[in-house]
Nanobody, 123 residues
Framework: QVQLVESGGGLVQAGGSLRLACAASGRTFSTYAAGWFRQAPGKERQFVAGISHSGTFKNYAASVKGRFTISRDNAGNTVSLQLNSLKPEDTAVYYC????????????????WGRGTQVTVSS
């Protein structure tokens, strides 16, 4: 069982930056791939970024590649998402998740979800 709690969301102007953090409980966190998803109002939840259990492999949605960076600290049981060059279309609730592999997560096959943190980008 893994419990995930996100933090770091907020209101930022277009072009600005935010750093999201996800704290995981459970001794098995380091054995899971981890990732971030987002859901904008009226839209389906979509994959944003994933990272392998060791942190070696990362994958990103095309819409955020080059602007967002995912990282993890297995010793601290955390996974982070650095959001740079934010755009109004990045406005959404951002969710942390864990799964078997980054490929599975990119296909929305997730084992555990956090409750989400709101990111709002003003124009």
């Amino acid at each position: 069982q893994v419990q995930l709690v996100e933090s770091g969301g907020g209101l930022v102007q277009a072009g600005g930056s935010l750093r999201l953090a996800c704290a995981a409980s459970g001794r098995t966190f380091s054995t899971y791939a981890a990732g971030w998803f987002r859901q904008a109002p009226g839209k389906e939840r979509q994959f944003v970024a994933g990272i392998s259990h060791s942190g070696t492999f990362k994958n990103y949605a095309a819409s955020v590649k080059g602007r967002f960076t995912i990282s993890r600290d297995n010793a601290g049981n955390t996974v982070s998402l650095q959001l740079n060059s934010l755009k109004p279309e990045d406005t959404a609730v951002y969710y942390c998740a864990t799964g078997t592999s980054t490929q599975d997560m990119a296909n929305s096959r997730v084992d555990y979800w956090g409750r989400g943190t709101q990111v709002t980008v003003s124009s």
